[in-house]
């Protein structure tokens, strides 16, 4: 039993075998999480991952919880002295709409204006919700949301089908726009930038996993 387990430590400090927990915002995972585990994954293959695809206060609790090794998240949220952050990337959104709300395309509007049409928005409880109600809020305006989606992929086909406006990231949005499936909004106030951030608990002993994949995820590895 003493050589199997030396074995297995062995294996694992080579990273022949392991698990890796990760939570990770929809956002994260599509603009940097998804290269950074093709890399990692081409080079330990024998590593198993576990990825959760969660809102940001949800992918916060796995952690906080133990469940997940590493949270990558949508910012700004508050998680606490407990948890480190560390800033990956910042990226901008757009207000994006179908054919239906293209003429607003086309002229631009202000915040009033589109404070008055129909919005598509994750829900209550998201660290979007939240960003949005504060930039609406303190520009004086409400801010509603009249179609709520659950997750944020759900919020591109929704928008184009006319179902209201939405605010997406830029660059996921671009090809969608080339195509002239979707139209960007020009917005008189323009909105600011979010980050997308690795979040740990620091108090908690790494793994070489949990080294290795930190590493490549800051652009280290």
Same mark, same amino acid.
């Given at each position: 039993?003493?050589?199997? =387990? *030396? *074995? $297995?430590?062995?294996?694992?400090?080579? /990273?022949? #075998?392991?698990? /890796?927990?990760?939570?990770? #915002?929809?956002?994260?995972?599509?603009?940097?999480?998804?290269?950074?585990?093709?890399?990692?994954?081409? @080079?330990?293959?024998?590593?198993?991952?576990?990825?959760?695809?969660?809102?940001?206060?949800?992918?916060? $609790?796995?952690?906080?919880?133990?469940?997940?090794?590493?949270?990558?998240?949508?910012?700004?949220?508050?998680?606490?002295?407990?948890?480190?952050?560390?800033? /990956?990337?910042?990226?901008?959104?757009?207000?994006?709409?179908?054919?239906?709300?293209?003429?607003? +395309?086309?002229?631009?509007?202000?915040? +009033?204006?589109?404070?008055?049409?129909?919005?598509?928005?994750? =829900?209550?409880?998201? #660290?979007?919700?939240?960003?949005?109600?504060?930039?609406?809020?303190?520009?004086?305006?409400?801010?509603?949301?009249?179609?709520? +989606?659950?997750?944020?992929?759900? %919020?591109?086909?929704?928008? $184009?089908?006319?179902?209201?406006?939405?605010?997406?990231?830029?660059?996921?949005?671009?090809?969608?726009?080339?195509?002239?499936?979707?139209?960007?909004?020009?917005?008189?106030?323009?909105?600011?930038? @979010?980050? %997308?951030? /690795?979040?740990?608990?620091?108090?908690?002993?790494?793994?070489?996993?949990?080294?290795?994949?930190? *590493?490549? %995820?800051?652009?280290?590895?």
């Amino acid at each position: 039993q003493l050589q199997l =387990g *030396e *074995e $297995e430590i062995r294996r694992d400090g080579s /990273l022949e #075998s392991g698990s /890796l927990s990760i939570s990770a #915002s929809e956002a994260a995972l599509h603009m940097i999480l998804l290269d950074k585990l093709s890399a990692f994954r081409a @080079r330990y293959p024998g590593v198993h991952l576990r990825i959760t695809n969660e809102t940001t206060p949800q992918a916060i $609790e796995r952690l906080r919880s133990g469940e997940s090794d590493f949270a990558v998240i949508t910012a700004p949220l508050l998680t606490g002295r407990s948890l480190q952050q560390t800033e /990956l990337l910042r990226f901008a959104e757009i207000p994006v709409c179908g054919p239906a709300y293209s003429e607003m +395309a086309a002229h631009g509007c202000t915040l +009033a204006e589109l404070a008055r049409c129909p919005l598509v928005c994750l =829900g209550e409880g998201t #660290s979007t919700y939240a960003f949005y109600q504060s930039f609406f809020n303190a520009h004086g305006q409400p801010f509603r949301v009249d179609v709520e +989606a659950a997750t944020m992929d759900q %919020i591109l086909p929704m928008v $184009e089908h006319g179902l209201g406006i939405g605010f997406y990231p830029a660059k996921l949005a671009a090809p969608r726009i080339g195509r002239g499936e979707l139209f960007c909004i020009p917005l008189e106030l323009p909105v600011p930038e @979010r980050a %997308i951030s /690795l979040v740990e608990d620091a108090a908690r002993p790494r793994s070489t996993a949990m080294k290795t994949m930190r *590493e490549m %995820i800051c652009g280290k590895g």
